[in-house]
């Protein structure tokens, strides 16, 4: 079985999963593990990656998938538009 290691967790998150796995009564790679499934089992509609082995083209794609952006040196938002209509929401921009 192929090992995977993360390194430089931040405290926080750390302390989180070590709560996680101690509630449980479990090892940490067994939560860790949960955690991971679960989080695919949830998983709603195609990934970006997903589309790209599909060989789908971005015009191809009909629903949006909702993230935030910031629009540095934005002009006349043309990009925002762009990032908007992709189900984007803009939380601060810049004109330049």
Request: a positive charge.
């Amino acid at each position: 079985m192929p090992n995977v290691l993360i390194r430089n967790i931040p405290d926080q998150l750390h302390a989180k999963i070590q709560r996680g796995y101690q509630k449980r009564m479990v090892s940490q790679n067994a939560y860790l593990l949960s955690l991971i499934s679960n989080a695919f089992e949830k998983a709603s509609g195609p990934t970006l990656f997903d589309l790209a082995d599909a060989g789908l083209a971005a015009q191809d794609v009909t629903w949006s998938v909702p993230f935030t952006f910031v629009d540095l040196f934005s002009g006349i938002g043309g990009m925002r538009l762009g990032l908007e209509a992709s189900g984007g929401q803009c939380i601060f921009f810049v004109r330049s």
